[in-house]
């Protein structure tokens, strides 16, 4: 959740100021939105680890990876297109809901591999123009890591010696990449550098019996990455930082910090609404500053990903085992 809104804080500046305004973080190399989104893989590595080695069968961990992913993301884009599209756009409404890019926007998106950043006369005279939904960009490559990750658990690479093997093919094949594209070219809003924050969270799944959770350690990796800042190996140094860092948090012992598991996982929610509202708050009120536009989105954000959760999100995954029965059949 804090991942999410600081993806939505990020982003609040850009929107509101332009394409050149500065995020915050910005000067470390990083931005917080990227470093929200290399939390985000670390954890999905965990996590999806853990749903594939126990899963008896790819349906069953594909079913379950489409139920959190796509009833929520069809009902945004469809949002983004026909009611807040409708509502911003330069062209005659009618004319606009009769184009087919309108609906190619929808399903094209949904699958995941071509997500298009306009729609026909939407936003067109905003800070940052004619873009709807720039986050969803990660879904993609978070869909090649669910494959990787059940690739593992159908060969059973999550035992400690096969997972050995191919994680050290893994550094490798990665470093030849890696040094052939060059530290000139480095940016975190590249694929590849999606996928070390992925595999760590696997591996500290694969080894979670044996790494202890000490704030000493999360302390010296956060000054090590620190340290590491004009080196090659930063965004390596920020990834492994991350996942120790964020599991560490996520398991501390805080029992009153529990009791937020019980509202629901608005997370999801506010990643894929947060900035196509953003972008139509732009549109009908100029002239913000970046804490105004994070203020007022945040608000209008955790609203609609309460209702996505209560509505679409929780209904959905309680179909998983309705849909396992249906392919069995």
């Not at 853990?50 to 069968?57: G, N, V």
Request: net charge positive.
């Amino acid at each position: 959740m804090l991942a999410a809104c600081s993806v939505l804080f990020s982003h609040s500046f850009t929107l509101a100021l332009g394409a050149d305004a500065k995020e915050p973080l910005q000067e470390t190399g990083l931005s917080l939105g990227s470093i929200a989104v290399t939390v985000f893989f670390c954890l999905s590595g965990f996590l999806i680890a853990k749903s594939a080695d126990r899963s008896r069968t790819l349906a069953e961990f594909w079913t379950a990876r489409a139920l959190r992913l796509l009833p929520g993301l069809f009902v945004s884009l469809f949002v983004s297109a026909y009611l807040l599209g409708a509502l911003t756009t330069s062209l005659p409404v009618m004319t606009y809901l009769a184009r087919p890019y309108t609906a190619h926007f929808v399903f094209s998106g949904l699958t995941l591999f071509h997500n298009q950043a306009g729609l026909p006369g939407v936003f067109e005279n905003n800070p940052l123009p004619d873009v709807v939904n720039c986050s969803l960009w990660t879904l993609r490559f978070e869909v090649y890591c669910y494959a990787m990750a059940a690739l593992c658990g159908l060969i059973g690479w999550y035992r400690r010696s096969l997972f050995a093997m191919s994680l050290f093919a893994f550094v490798l094949l990665y470093s030849f990449v890696r040094i052939e594209q060059g530290t000139a070219t480095a940016s975190t809003t590249s694929g590849l550098f999606l996928m070390p924050p992925f595999v760590v969270g696997i591996a500290m799944y694969v080894y979670r019996s044996t790494i202890p959770l000490n704030p000493w350690i999360a302390i010296s990796t956060i000054a090590s990455t620190i340290l590491l800042r004009h080196t090659a190996v930063y965004f390596e140094a920020v990834a492994i930082t991350c996942a120790y860092t964020t599991l560490y948090l996520g398991f501390f012992p805080v029992e009153s910090l529990l009791n937020y598991n019980r509202l629901g996982d608005y997370s999801y929610g506010i990643y894929i609404y947060a900035f196509p509202l953003q972008q139509t708050l732009a549109h009908f009120v100029k002239h913000m500053s970046g804490m105004q536009m994070f203020c007022i989105s945040f608000a209008a954000t955790l609203v609609i990903s309460i209702l996505s959760w209560t509505y679409i999100e929780r209904p959905a995954l309680g179909l998983k085992q309705q849909a396992l029965r249906a392919f069995q059949r």
